[in-house]
């Protein structure tokens, strides 16, 4: 069906406690990303994995980490969240870099 | 390290008129160009992309976008908007080496009016 499915898509935490991002897709793309969006930033990237268990740092990665036990999964952990990791996080998919395909993004709040 | 600049923040057109976003980028080597949109309160969809060939790209929903090597250009045109083109277009630039994935610039909104 090529989509991509980000779980929450709203989610509220306070400050120290552990977050945790899910992303699936179902069209067996071997790249997956996880992207930021801040107003007046853009897209920023945070993490790339090109399979199971073989990820990359992208541009923004402290703070952050991830996992990939499986190709159509891919998930974002912070522990001990802070305020400045409030944002839109944005999963995505790709069987090259050709084209990305984006989930809807998870609106992430941390007070 | 490649950088994308898209110079226009906000656009603002009437229904019917043509549209022209413009991107540049600065990379030295080989580089995919493409283009996304994002409607409020959803994730970005691909729009269009350029490696090589003839320099106008044709894509969805009546988009095109023209390659210019000499000016580090990738701009986005559409020859008559409709309401529904009401979102923010992002300029995305990669190296063949599909390693680094998407550099995005920081979009312009367009708003379409009756």
């Known amino acids: 069906d090529m989509k991509v499915t980000q779980m929450p898509r709203y989610l509220i935490k306070r400050m120290g406690e552990n977050v945790l991002l899910e992303c699936g897709q179902d069209m067996s793309h071997e790249t997956m990303y996880w992207y930021r969006q801040d107003p007046g930033l853009g897209l920023q990237l945070i993490y790339i994995?090109?399979?199971?268990?073989?990820?990359s740092e992208g541009d923004i990665p402290k703070g952050y980490r991830v996992s990939r036990k499986k190709r159509e999964h891919f998930s974002l952990i912070l522990d001990s969240a802070k305020t400045n990791q409030t944002s839109v996080y944005f999963c995505a998919s790709s069987y090259s870099n050709e084209r990305l395909f984006f989930g809807h993004g998870t609106k992430l709040s941390v007070l | 390290t490649q950088t994308v600049s898209q110079s226009d923040a906000h656009v603002t057109v009437f229904e019917g008129d043509s549209v022209e976003l413009r991107c540049n980028y600065s990379?030295?080597?080989?580089?995919?160009l493409s283009w996304y949109i994002q409607h409020h309160g959803r994730g970005l969809q691909f729009l269009l992309k350029y490696y090589s060939g003839n320099p106008v790209v044709q894509g969805v929903n009546g988009f095109e976008a023209e390659f210019s090597k000499s000016d580090s250009s990738f701009h986005l045109r559409k020859a008559s908007v409709h309401w529904s083109d009401s979102a923010v277009y992002f300029c995305a630039a990669s190296p063949n080496n599909y390693a680094q994935g998407l550099t995005f610039g920081l979009g312009t909104r367009v708003s379409v009016f009756p």
């Open positions: 994995s090109y399979d199971v268990d073989s990820n």
């Open positions: 990379y030295g080597g080989s580089i995919y």
